[in-house]
């Protein structure tokens, strides 16, 4: 039968240019945040991540901010590539706790 | 780079059948996981386990879910009785710590129940 998924926001961006995807999070619990990548047919692939006492992180052509007065999340992209194309979800998980809870996600489409 | 590998990638299963999907974590991770992801929607926590007991799960880990760590590599989740609500992609996961370290995922087992 059909399925009724949900509908992902898009965000396309021309190559080379730098991209920003962003997340808002519900939970004011949340201590530890992390973005995963997901390309067709894989599973989530870890990007980076935060905690909360922080309210920046960066990694390789990636950063993470955290606005926790805002309860917001965001994953910026440097010079993006064709090959970052995919869908991004952040990804909270609350104190003490192991379960992650992911959002909905974004799918980034790299424009050549 | 050391990753999750699960098997199989795909499973057709009959409604009412058992199926078991196996998964080998990290080597030198600790706490494993189960997350569903039906198509379409979010990624879905589904159980942690950790020294040999599960440590959380969800509402959705009924008693028709189990899992096991059979020996010292494997990681199974086995569904008793699958129903046609079942069907969606099964990912599994390790990390090496139980909080504020990434959990590190699998490809996944698209499970399809007729």
């Known amino acids: 039968g059909e399925s009724v998924g949900l509908h992902l926001p898009t965000l396309s961006v021309q190559e080379g240019d730098n991209s920003i995807i962003n997340c808002a999070y519900s939970n004011s619990a949340s201590d530890y945040f992390i973005w995963y990548k997901q390309e067709s047919g894989k599973g989530p692939q870890f990007i980076i991540d935060i905690r909360s006492n922080m309210d920046k992180r960066q990694g390789q052509r990636v950063t993470v901010l955290l606005n926790k007065t805002v309860k917001h999340l965001s994953l910026q992209i440097a010079a993006t590539q064709p090959g970052d194309s995919a869908v991004y979800f952040c990804a909270e998980t609350k104190g003490g706790y192991q379960k992650v809870t992911f959002g909905t996600g974004t799918k980034l489409q790299v424009i050549p | 780079e050391p990753e999750v590998t699960q098997t199989p990638s795909h499973q057709v299963t009959q409604m009412g059948q058992e199926v078991i999907l196996r998964c080998v974590p990290i080597s030198n991770h600790l706490y494993f996981y189960w997350y569903r992801q039906i198509l379409g929607q979010k990624v879905e926590f589904l159980v942690s386990?950790?020294?040999?007991?599960?440590?959380?799960k969800s509402e959705i880990f009924d008693d028709q879910f189990s899992v096991e760590r059979p020996d010292g590599s494997n990681f199974t989740l086995k569904i008793r009785s699958t129903k046609l609500e079942d069907s969606a992609m099964y990912f599994c996961?390790?990390?090496?710590?139980?909080?504020?370290?990434?959990?590190?995922f699998g490809d996944g087992t698209r499970l399809s129940i007729l």
């Open positions: 386990f950790y020294n040999n007991e599960i440590s959380e």
């Open positions: 996961a390790s990390s090496e710590a139980g909080i504020n370290q990434p959990q590190h």
